[in-house]
């Protein structure tokens, strides 16, 4: 069995490269095994070292040495192989799928619980041929968490005032869309804010919409957020963000829980990804059962509830 760690040199605005590998070479030295540190040079790197290592057949452990991107990318490479298992091991800034696991996701950053770590089946989310492992959206939220990078280097920005520069700049260009939408019975065309699908329950750096969903259930989580004023998307967001979107009234929001989801617009939207951006005309979103395998560290519990 292999081990590789896949490092992207500028995930959460810094390289992490030396402290990855004096944690991997102190880890090694221990137990011994065959690893190897590969650092991205650019954009879906990560997917296609993974996909060459795994044509070999021999039994993969991926660490995805960055934030939520890096992740994706990872998880991009892995999907479908029976060979290959991987799990995050953070160094970036958001971590949203992490943060699913409550108390236990500081456990992804024990080197030794992932190396005793078993390997578990989850869920992916398909959107348009495009592999996702935690939520994917379209409308505002999307829009204002794919823009965010563009504000978030610039001088006297950064962090959480990305963040907000975004928010600001694209609630000024409108926060409703036209949108066509079909979820099993469910069919409703008109104005809205925002659709979110969770396959996980954080995004955004640290939205929680969902406290259900899981990533080994079969299904996903829904969100359709109708047409809403900025008045109303401030008290939305609030509650949104907190996981208390059942609590807001029915006219604003529908919770649907099921395997897949169609969304068309009437010219190309940017689709959240994992916090990556893709632009498309139609979004089709459906659950894939076991398309992964994830490390999951020693000591959890979250999959034995």
């Not at 998880?75 to 800034?93: I, K, M, R, S, Y």
């Not at 592999?131 to 920005?157: M, Q």
């Not at 009234?249 to 990804?273: A, C, M, Q, S, Y």
């Not at 916090?275 to 894939?288: K, P």
Request: a negative charge; one cysteine or more; proline letters at 5%.
């Amino acid at each position: 069995m292999k081990h590789l760690f896949i490092v992207n040199p500028i995930a959460g605005g810094k390289d992490h490269t030396r402290e990855v590998r004096a944690k991997v070479e102190k880890a090694f030295a221990k137990r011994g095994g065959e690893f190897e540190i590969y650092v991205t040079r650019a954009p879906m790197d990560a997917a296609d070292k993974i996909l060459a290592e795994a044509a070999s057949g021999e039994h993969i452990r991926v660490y995805a040495c960055g934030g939520d991107g890096t992740f994706n990318e990872c998880v991009c490479g892995a999907a479908q192989l029976p060979n290959v298992a991987l799990c995050p091991f953070p160094t970036g800034t958001g971590n949203d799928f992490c943060r699913m696991f409550g108390d236990e996701a500081e456990l992804y950053r024990d080197l030794d619980a992932l190396l005793d770590g078993e390997e578990r089946p989850i869920d992916l989310i398909d959107c348009n041929g495009r592999w996702c492992s935690n939520i994917c959206s379209v409308g505002i939220d999307a829009r204002i968490g794919t823009s965010v990078h563009k504000y978030s280097h610039l001088p006297l920005i950064g962090g959480a005032a990305g963040y907000v520069v975004s928010a600001v700049v694209n609630v000024f260009k409108g926060i409703n869309r036209n949108m066509y939408i079909k979820c099993g019975d469910f069919y409703e065309e008109g104005m809205h804010a925002l659709v979110c699908a969770c396959n996980g329950r954080y995004y955004g750096g640290g939205f929680n919409p969902s406290l259900t969903a899981r990533p080994d259930d079969g299904e996903l989580d829904f969100f359709i957020v109708r047409r809403v004023s900025l008045p109303e998307l401030a008290v939305l967001i609030g509650k949104y963000a907190k996981g208390q979107a059942d609590k807001l009234p029915p006219r604003l929001i529908t919770h649907l829980k099921g395997t897949e989801i169609e969304i068309g617009f009437d010219e190309d939207e940017v689709i959240n990804i994992d916090g990556e951006a893709l632009f498309s005309r139609q979004a089709r979103i459906s659950v894939v059962p076991g398309a992964a395998r994830l490390i999951v560290p020693r000591g959890m519990r979250f999959f034995e509830g």
